[in-house]
Each structure stands twice: as C-alpha cells, then as structure tokens.
C-alpha cells in the first residue's frame, strides 16, 4: 500500500514537471519568435549601430535563458529569484549598453551625440518597478508558506 501512495505521488511530480517543462518551452519558443519578428523592424538600425545585432541578441539569449528557468522553478521561492534576476539583468544590460544614456556615432565626417540618459532614467524606474513587484510576491509567497505551516 505504501508503494503505491508513493508511485502516485512520483506520477503526480512527473506530470507537474513535464508540464512546467512544456510552459517553460512554449514561452521560449514564443519569446523566440517575438525576437526575429522584432527584428524585421529594427534591422535597418543595424546598418548603422556597429555590433547593434551581437548586443540584442545576447539580450535575448540571456533573458529567455531566465524566463525558461523560472518558468521551471515556478511554485518556488527560487521563481520569485529569478524574476529579480530578470529584473536586474534588464536594468543592468540597459545600462551597460547605452554606456551611461550618452551614445556617439560617427558616420563619415560627422560625429552624432545622443544624450539618451532621460531614456535611461525612465527604463530604470520601470525596472526597479518590476523588481519590486518581484520582491512583494517573493514576501508573499512566504507568508502563505508560513500560514500553511500554522495551519498544519
């Protein structure tokens, strides 16, 4: 009878993780093509911005590397860490490659400054928005774990 309950249990975990395995995917896969549709539209910019491709796509890279481990980790307190890493790993991408809000290009002999740090500014608040959002679910998501365990 005990190996029973415990078989049930293994296929009960099983199906939870093939199923947070198929969402994880399905969200990769989605973010992947939102990715080359994005990039039909800003693929002229290319032209123009030197590495601008090898930057967007080591974004994306890592950000749906975070998005799949999350999506795996979900029901736990690690999915709450990774949603902050996500988080951080925006604003901190956004500020390394915009070197600070002040971008300078040089296209034959005219030398274009664009002061973008109010962009920037407005980026980060939005980060910082989001990773606040991920630190009260994280508080909440503790908070019920704890009244389950005074429940029991």
């Known amino acids: 009878m005990a190996k029973e309950m415990g078989g049930s249990r293994n296929i009960v975990f099983a199906k939870k993780i093939a199923l947070r395995a198929l969402k994880a995917f399905l969200k990769g896969f989605l973010l992947y093509i939102a990715y080359f549709v994005f990039w039909m539209f800003i693929a002229p910019i290319a032209e123009f911005v030197p590495s ?5 796509e080591n974004f994306f890279i890592i950000y749906v590397s975070l998005v799949i481990i999350g999506e795996l980790v979900s029901d736990t307190v690690l999915q709450h860490f990774f949603n902050a890493a996500k988080a951080l790993f925006v604003i901190g991408y956004l500020i390394i490659s915009l070197n600070g809000g002040i971008l ?11 002061d973008l740090r109010f962009f920037l500014m407005a ?23 704890a009244e389950i365990g005074f429940k029991a």
Not at 124 to 141: D, M, N, P, S, T
């Open 123 to 145: 980026a980060v608040l939005i980060g910082l928005i989001g990773l606040a959002k991920c630190v009260i679910q994280a508080i909440e998501y503790m908070n019920n774990k």
């Open 52 to 56: 601008f491709q090898q930057v967007v």
């Open 104 to 114: 300078n290009f040089a296209y034959s002999n005219v030398v274009l400054t664009v």
